[in-house]
């Protein structure tokens, strides 16, 4: 199972918005809604964000949303915090397993 | 207050073998599915096993298949990771993980690292 493609970074200056892509194939972006994108800070465990493409859990900022069209999948941060500088990983299931994205490391300028 | 613990990690020679767990409080450990994820130094998140709620299923990575086995025990709210024939691309922080949908709530992880 290959790993899903994501840019290795983007950046924005604080108040600005980025995106960041998610690529994968038929055989899981583009076959289930359940992606999912997490933040992970230096030392610290993964954060979900994002859940089943667009839905954000409880005490995420309604800066971070996501979206889908076909194979690809998207995270976009508006209103870019200082706080916000961290690697993002999408995910999404791929029949019985589970795939992820190579990661973006999102600078903040 | 959801809250998973792994530990079990530690410095293990080539072809060893190693038992990693993972302590749930905080939800009823016995309705989840549940995942283990790892993740080498300086690198990204690798998907490793999945197991059903009540242990009758499961699903691993290729590279990990027939080395690694993914168990729990519900009455001990406590999720396994058994690990043989180590190699030095094991190394890495293994996480578990909270299955509602998808992976939701993760451990801090414990360090595995092979070497001689």
């Known amino acids: 199972q290959s790993a899903l493609t994501q840019p290795p970074s983007a950046s924005g200056s604080p108040g600005q918005s980025v995106t960041i892509s998610c690529t994968g194939t038929?055989?899981?972006?583009?076959?289930?809604?359940?992606v999912s994108w997490y933040q992970q800070h230096p030392g610290k465990a993964p954060k979900l964000m994002i859940s089943?493409?667009?839905k954000r859990p409880s005490g995420v900022p309604d800066r971070f949303s996501g979206s889908k069209s076909g194979n690809t999948a998207s995270l976009t941060v508006s209103g870019l915090q200082a706080e916000d500088e961290a690697d993002y990983y999408c995910?999404?299931?791929?029949?019985?397993?589970?795939?992820f994205g190579t990661g973006t490391k999102v600078t903040v300028l | 207050e959801v809250q998973l613990v792994e530990s079990g990690g530690g410095l293990v020679q080539p072809g060893g073998s190693l038992r990693l767990s993972c302590a749930v409080s905080?939800?009823?450990?016995?309705?989840?599915?549940m995942h283990w994820v790892r993740q080498a130094p300086g690198k990204g998140l690798v998907w490793v096993s999945r197991?059903?709620?009540?242990?009758?299923?499961?699903s691993y990575a290729d590279s990990v298949k027939g080395r690694f086995t993914i168990s729990r025990d519900n009455a001990k709210n406590t999720l396994y990771l058994e690990m043989n024939t180590l190699g030095a691309e094991d190394t890495a922080v293994y996480y578990c993980?909270?299955?509602?949908?998808?992976?939701?709530?993760w451990g801090q992880g414990t360090l595995v690292t092979v070497s001689s």
């Open positions: 993980a909270r299955d509602w949908k998808l992976p939701d709530y």
């Open positions: 905080g939800f009823t450990f016995s309705s989840f599915w």
């Open positions: 197991i059903n709620s009540d242990g009758s299923v499961t």
């Open positions: 038929s055989s899981d972006v583009g076959a289930y809604n359940y």
């Open positions: 089943e493409v667009t």
């Open positions: 995910g999404s299931y791929a029949g019985n397993k589970f795939v």
